[in-house]
């Protein structure tokens, strides 16, 4: 039995984390605010607020074999590791793709070159790879070896708020036609949410030590477009629209209103998704078919309601009248 710290929990991926380490019998301890949701049955919420110098007082005096943050703010880590560091078996630190300097070269390993770290405690949206960028730094200053750094590219399924990977299973769950990108061999990453939870374990047990790219196979936009289809259980009309006329028409790519998720055009972002996770999988992670990451997506977006605003893809009326041009 594992003696965990989960610093956050109460959101997506901290929260399946939690759960999967309650259901293999570790002793979970959350700390958060509590705005962002529950914790899972079973595991314990120390709510403090991060920004606060004195929030880590509670759990401080304990001796935690593994320290999970999800922190995206380089004062909230450092201020974690000052406190808790010292005590702590194993650190795991998740981070993103977004460190990178350069996303062009595909199959870039995680040698590849860092974006110049955030000089403040606080980094904005705008700011996020900088950011972690910097609680990397605080992360490997003060724990070595005893902290992964766990990259994560795209998360899908269950739980995602984010709208982007449901864009695609729940617009084929919909009437159609549908307008695609013409970009089919375009290469993606999607890596499962109870993927990534489970691994983030392994890497507390294992105390793996130094960065891994964390990232779901690498699977062309045509197959993944294929896939929802067939989770949906889609027969109709699908409508592929060339790159250029979908950027003249101001389609956003990536995420965002008015956008095509997922698409990623361009030479600056041809090694984005497609970065090489052999070191991950090599200690370990186990990825799912993607059919079960877009069916538990499907299953969110039916839940939300397929026909709510989203804070990514196209809406009904954009993609009619982009289809009618
Ligand atoms: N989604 C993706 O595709 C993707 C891709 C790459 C990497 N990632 C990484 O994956 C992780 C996602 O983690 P997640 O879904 O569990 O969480 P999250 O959505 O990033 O939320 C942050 C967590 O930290 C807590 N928190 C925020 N500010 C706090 C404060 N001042 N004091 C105390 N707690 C605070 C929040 O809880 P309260 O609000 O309740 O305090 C929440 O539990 C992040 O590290 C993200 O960078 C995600």
Known sequence: MTKLLILGGTAWLGGEVARQAIERGDEVTCLARGGAGAVPDGARLIKADRDRPDAYAPVAETDWDVV???????????????????????WVFVSTASVYADN???????SDELLPAHPGDTAAAAEYGEGKVACEQACLESLGD?????RSGLIGGRGDFSDRFGYWPARFAADGPVL?????????????????????????????????NVFGEQISLGDVLAAAREVAGYRGEVVPVAEDRLRAE??????????LPLWLPGPEYAGFMSRNADRAVAAGLV???LAETLEQALLEERERGLDRER????SPVEERDLLAL
């Open 311 to 314: 804070k990514a893809g196209l």
């Open 68 to 90: 999970l943050d999800v922190s995206r703010q380089p004062g909230h880590v450092r201020g974690a590791v000052r406190a808790l560091g010292p005590r702590a078996g194993h």
């Open 287 to 289: 990825r799912r078919p």
């Open 180 to 212: 695609v990108p013409d970009a089919l061999d375009q290469p993606t990453q999607t890596i499962d949410v109870r993927d990534i939870a489970a691994w983030l374990l392994l890497a507390g047990d294992e105390r793996l030590a130094g960065p891994y």
């Open 104 to 110: 062009s070269r595909p199959g870039m390993d995680e």
């Open 250 to 259: 101001g389609v956003a790519p990536w995420s965002g209103p008015k956008s």
């Open 146 to 150: 005893r902290v992964t750094l766990a």
